[in-house]
Each structure stands twice: as structure tokens, then as C-alpha cells.
């Protein structure tokens, strides 16, 4: 059984950084793009990063540019999303995803995780 499970988040100060990370399991991971997604109360799920299969191409959403970072782990089945200067407007609880086509879109992820928490205090 596919599995991915988030953790990492909680309560940070505005300009604060966090590190969330993402843990697969169930089958390797290795050939499948990740990316991380959030959802704010009251607003859509929308994707924040993802990382190419190879891990040659990183997608970023603009909101996060120059402050976010996604990477895996040395074992593949691992991935994580550095938060730095985080804002206010980054609270949400942040998805993981897995999927052979990847991209920016939530239709090309088949596997998610539950979701983490991250609340930015101003």
C-alpha cells in the first residue's frame, strides 16, 4: 500500500523558517516526481513546488520564489520543502505528492499524503 506522510509543521513567527518533510513508503519512489501543495481556510488546494522525477527540473509557484526550496532525500523516498521568510499568508496545511507525470497541476500527482499544518504568526 502506497504511502505518504508529512511531517514537520507547526507555529512559526513571520520570517521564521520551517522544514517540512515528506516520507514514502509502499513501493520506490525514486522514478516518480513530488511536489507540495497547501490549502488555506476557505481557499482551493494550490500548488507550491515540484521536483521533476530526475530531479533536473523545479517548478515553482511565483508566491514562493526565492523563498522555498524542495529536494529529496539520498534514499528517493524522502522529499522536503524548506520554508524561509515565511508570511502570514503561507498558513495552511501543506499536502505532499507523488506521481510519474508531475508538474504544476494536482491531476498529474496519484499519491498524497494527509497533510501538515503550518501556522505563520504576525
Known amino acids: 500500500q502506497v504511502r505518504l506522510v508529512e511531517s514537520g509543521g507547526g507555529l512559526v513567527q513571520a520570517g521564521g523558517s520551517l522544514r517540512l518533510s515528506c516520507a514514502a513508503s509502499g513501493r520506490t519512489f525514486s522514478s516518480y516526481a513530488m511536489g507540495w501543495f497547501r490549502q488555506a481556510p476557505g481557499k482551493e488546494r494550490e500548488f507550491v513546488l515540484g521536483?521533476?522525477?530526475?530531479?533536473?527540473?523545479?517548478y515553482y509557484a511565483d508566491s514562493v520564489k526565492g523563498r522555498f526550496t524542495i529536494s529529496r532525500g539520498n534514499a528517493k523516498n524522502s522529499v522536503y520543502l524548506q520554508m524561509n521568510s515565511l508570511k502570514p499568508e503561507d498558513t495552511a496545511v501543506y499536502y505532499c505528492?507523488?506521481?510519474?507525470?508531475?508538474?504544476?497541476?494536482?491531476?498529474?500527482?496519484?499519491?498524497w499524503g494527509q497533510g501538515t499544518q503550518v501556522t505563520v504568526s504576525s
Open positions: 521536483l521533476s522525477s530526475s530531479g533536473g527540473s523545479t
Open positions: 505528492a507523488a506521481g510519474t507525470v508531475g508538474g504544476r497541476t494536482q491531476d498529474a500527482y496519484a499519491y
